[in-house]
């Protein structure tokens, strides 16, 4: 376990197959404008030479990232990825009201406007999302969610699609009530797969945002979420 950290990751464990951090929000994954992304940074900070992304987050969530560390490794983890194999679980807030408080969204993906994306009722090749959520207070609920696809803005679209997009999203939520929220409110909280017959499983709280750290949303968390593998997920 490595304790290096940065001001836009921090190392939750090093080996010689690959890198999991806990991502800051706010930071792109590729370079923007001349300014290194937040791969360049991690590869710079720990000096190394060969790194390769299996996986990407949005610039507006933070939490847990696999990164390779040779290309046999990446060629492993992207094909578990590939064949559904890795079980990801993500923390949302939002403060409008949903249509139903816990159960599957299901729907194919298409392009919107502005670089936005939708949910649609057709289903040929849908995007496939898990939830519960509970009260954090009044207006406000925490999601946990459980993707089983990796469709562009995919936990983003699917509470839209439920009347309840992210606090703090400017590009799924009210713009102007986005600007005044310290962060978006989606966080990668779950990531576990085996890889060489060795079961690999990670958990880690969102640490920036003030509704993430009140006291009733890191209870919900404690007391609902701590084991998300172990809980009776909706029917897919």
Not at 197 to 206: R, V, W
């Amino acid at each position: 376990m490595s304790t290096i950290s940065h001001t836009a990751f921090s190392v939750i464990e090093d080996n010689e197959l690959f890198i999991v951090i806990d991502k800051s929000p706010g930071i792109s994954f590729h370079s923007e404008s001349g300014d290194p992304g937040l791969f360049e940074q991690v590869k710079s900070a720990l000096s190394l030479n060969e790194l390769y992304p299996v996986h990407r987050l949005d610039k507006i969530t933070s939490g847990l990232m696999l990164l390779a560390k040779t290309k046999q490794s990446a060629s492993d983890l992207s094909e578990l990825f590939r064949l559904r194999q890795v079980s990801k679980f993500y923390l949302a807030i939002s403060d409008k009201k949903p249509k139903k408080k816990q159960g599957l969204i299901k729907g194919d993906v298409e392009a919107s406007r502005r670089g936005s994306w939708k949910l649609c009722k057709s289903k040929e090749n849908p995007a496939i999302t898990q939830f519960f959520s509970h009260s954090i207070k009044p207006g406000m609920r925490l999601y946990l969610l459980k993707p089983h696809t990796g469709k562009t803005h995919q936990i983003r679209i699917s509470l839209k699609s439920l009347s309840s997009p992210i606090v703090g999203d400017m590009l799924y939520h009210n713009a102007w009530e986005a600007k005044k929220i310290d962060r978006g409110y989606l966080h990668a909280y779950g990531l576990s797969f085996s890889l060489h017959d060795i079961k690999y499983a990670y958990i880690t709280p969102p640490s920036i945002g003030a509704l993430f750290l009140d006291e009733c949303t890191r209870k919900v968390i404690q007391e609902q979420y701590a084991s998300p593998e172990t809980l009776p997920w909706p029917t897919l």
